[in-house]
């Protein structure tokens, strides 16, 4: 049955105020027989120490942030997550400009609107081969290993550095293998990433360079691999284990591993996502999944999914957040953003969509009510994590 959100949309768990943001007209629409629970949210029915988390683009999304009127969107996030990463906010072409200007203007937003939410804030990323500035990628054809290196470590200080005490999580190193199918071959990114490509006589000195700074720019933070095809037991995440076993052997303060969760109907499903995470938690890492959406083949001219492409989608996102919940080093979950109005897929996915868990008008989607159920059944005291 579909629902309004809005019965839903509650102020903060973690202030344990129970304040309906809707009056008794948006309560009173709703279908018989729905009981409105204040506390039924997805970060209120979480295990404590599972973040629910959602992307967020600050520059886009909070920059008419007024706390006495929170738009509907911002209402939502609030309500319904416990974490924020930015989409797009921290990325070094919104962070660092120009070689001497560093812009923190919107991430500066971003963390604001988490903290006055009572949000825990993933940083996202600081060693990546896209949405570099220009000017990365013009002086990048020319650097030394030592000239690469100076500019990256000078990047993550000052960017950790600014964030002390306000991330929990930083995705320090993003999509740093290619696919096997990208030229044959799982391996480093050594000609798409300029850092990795101008160190690329020992790409792995510089990766662990890169977390030791970030380490000691923000000892609190939980410093992260993250990786998107990365959820089952395969090639990319056997190159993954491999290099975090070699970081952990030198002494690197690698915390966690991040399967980014991205998936699409027109592929299946590893299950395998809760056996790599245990192996990586047997490992002493924190997993995560870090940007789950599951998008969807749309037809020409037709308004929407089958009912069976919506129940799929369903039991995929399910799938990822009960693989976490079984998983008790699996640390925050987070989905990709919300609605499918400011989802990056239709974009980048031509043909396809309908990938967030929440309609347009904010109506819950049924991979929304699987989530939801599944978290209410691993409240602390039942589920294995805290068995
Ligand atoms: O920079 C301009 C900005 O100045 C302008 O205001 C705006 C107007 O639309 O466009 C901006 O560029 C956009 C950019 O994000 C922001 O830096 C691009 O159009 C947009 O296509 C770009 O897309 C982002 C994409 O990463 C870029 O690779 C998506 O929003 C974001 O969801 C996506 O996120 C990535 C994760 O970081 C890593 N994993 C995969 C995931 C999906 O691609």
Redesign the pocket.
């Known amino acids: 049955m579909r629902r309004s959100l809005r019965s839903l949309v509650v102020a903060t768990a973690a202030a344990a105020l129970v304040l309906p943001l809707w009056g008794a007209t948006a309560a009173n629409a709703e279908p018989p027989g729905y009981s409105h629970a204040d506390k039924d949210t997805l970060r209120n029915q979480a295990p404590r120490d599972l973040a629910i988390g959602s992307?967020v683009?600050g520059?886009?999304d909070l920059v008419d942030y007024d706390r006495s009127a929170p738009t509907e969107y911002q209402q939502v996030l609030s309500a319904q997550f416990s974490s924020l990463t930015p989409?797009?906010d921290m990325?070094w072409?919104?962070v660092h400009p120009a070689p001497d200007v560093y812009d923190f203007s919107s991430a500066d937003a971003l963390v604001a609107f988490a903290k006055a939410n009572h949000q825990q804030v993933r940083g996202?990323?600081l060693l990546?081969h896209?949405?570099n500035p220009a000017w990365v990628t013009a002086a990048s054809q020319t650097w030394t290993c030592d000239q690469a290196r100076a500019v990256l470590e000078d990047h993550i200080r000052t960017v950790v550095g600014h964030f002390k005490g306000e991330i929990y999580e930083w995705d320090v190193a993003?999509?740093i293998f290619q696919d096997t199918w990208d030229n044959g071959g799982v391996r480093l990114r050594t000609e798409a990433n300029p850092f990795l490509k101008a160190c690329a006589a020992d790409p792995i000195a510089l990766l662990e360079d890169a977390f030791r700074w970030a380490h000691e720019a923000d000892p609190e933070a939980v410093l992260f691999l993250?990786d998107?095809n990365a959820e089952g037991i395969n090639e990319k995440t056997d190159a993954y284990y491999a290099l975090a076993q070699r970081m952990l052997a030198d002494g690197v303060p690698l915390g966690g591993f991040g399967a980014?969760g991205?998936l699409s109907l027109l592929y299946g499903f590893d299950t395998s996502i809760q056996a790599n995470f245990e192996r990586f938690a047997a490992l002493g890492l924190q997993v995560a999944v870090t940007?789950a959406d599951v998008r969807i083949p749309l037809q020409a001219g037709e308004t929407g999914p089958t009912p069976e492409q919506v129940a799929v989608q369903a039991e995929r996102y399910d799938a990822m957040l009960e693989a976490c919940l079984n998983v008790t080093a699996c640390s925050s979950f987070t989905v990709?953003?919300f609605p499918d109005a400011n989802?990056?897929v239709p974009?980048?996915f031509p043909g396809e969509g309908w990938a967030t868990i929440l309609e347009d008008d904010y109506s819950p989607k049924p991979a929304f009510d699987a989530m939801l159920e599944s978290l209410r059944e691993a409240t602390p005291g039942t589920s294995p994590r805290h068995g």
């Open positions: 992307a683009w520059k886009r989409e797009n990325k072409d919104a996202h990323t990546w896209s949405q993003n999509e993250n998107y980014q991205h940007e990709w953003g989802s990056w974009d980048v």
